[in-house]
Structure formats: structure tokens, C-alpha cells
């Protein structure tokens, strides 16, 4: 399996962006693919999940009501839109999958996502 992730760049407080992840290879029917972030010093964190099987969605608070994942089966790709952004989502986000099966809080963790893109660069100045 192979994640490429795209759509990145440098914007201002309060405007949008889309991000893309390609998934490639060979997928399985109730994988969770997930966007991870990771600012300078800081741990890689969450943003938002979607499982395949379970059509369920997930994101962190931080980011609830601004972002939107989302998903196109037919493309085999995940998206997630990024809006009225702030400068604290500065970070390299990264496209993150995972094909096995586990309880769905499990999926909070990134030790459970195998492949991981190889993130883009998300900079918002204020």
C-alpha cells in the first residue's frame, strides 16, 4: 500500500485548503484512514479518521467544525477540508492507513495505522 499525500501550502488566518491522499496497492474492506499532524516539537497528533466498513468519522476537538474528511472509494482517495484555518494548524500533516481490524477507538492511536504518506506542509500566518 502506498499513501501520497498532496495539497499543502501557505495561506492566511481564516482561509481554506484541501488536502488529498492517493492510496495505492492493495486495500482491504474495513480499513480507517486517518490524518495526522505534527507541528515543530511536537508529537504527531490525530485530526480526523474515516473507516470504510463502518462509514464512521472522527475528528479532534481542536479541529471539529473547521475540518471535513471525507472519502471517494471509486478513486481510492481521502480528502480532508481544512477551513477557516488558524495559525496553530501549522504542521506537516500526514495521510495515515490502517488495515486491520480493531475496536474503533483503537484507531486513535497512530501505532495502529502500517502505511503513512509522506506528509505536506501546511503553514497559516495570521
Known amino acids: 500500500v502506498q499513501l501520497q499525500a498532496s495539497g499543502g501550502g501557505l495561506v492566511q488566518a481564516g482561509d481554506s485548503l484541501r488536502l488529498s491522499c492517493a492510496v495505492s496497492?492493495?486495500?482491504?474492506?474495513?480499513?480507517?484512514t486517518a490524518w495526522f499532524r505534527q507541528a515543530p516539537g511536537k508529537e504527531r497528533v490525530l485530526v480526523a479518521r474515516?473507516?470504510?466498513?463502518?462509514?464512521?468519522?472522527d475528528y479532534a476537538e481542536t479541529v471539529k467544525g473547521r475540518f471535513n474528511i471525507s472519502r471517494d472509494d471509486s478513486n481510492n482517495a481521502v480528502y480532508l477540508q481544512m477551513n477557516n484555518l488558524k495559525p496553530e494548524d501549522t504542521a506537516v500533516y500526514y495521510c495515515?492507513?490502517?488495515?486491520?481490524?480493531?475496536?474503533?477507538?483503537?484507531?486513535?492511536?497512530?501505532?495502529?495505522?502500517?502505511?503513512w504518506g509522506q506528509g505536506t506542509q501546511v503553514t497559516v500566518s495570521s
Open positions: 495515515a492507513y490502517a488495515p486491520r481490524l480493531y475496536t474503533w477507538e483503537t484507531y486513535k492511536l497512530k501505532d495502529v495505522y502500517d502505511y
Open positions: 496497492g492493495r486495500t482491504f474492506a474495513n480499513y480507517v
Open positions: 474515516i473507516g470504510r466498513g463502518w462509514g464512521r468519522i
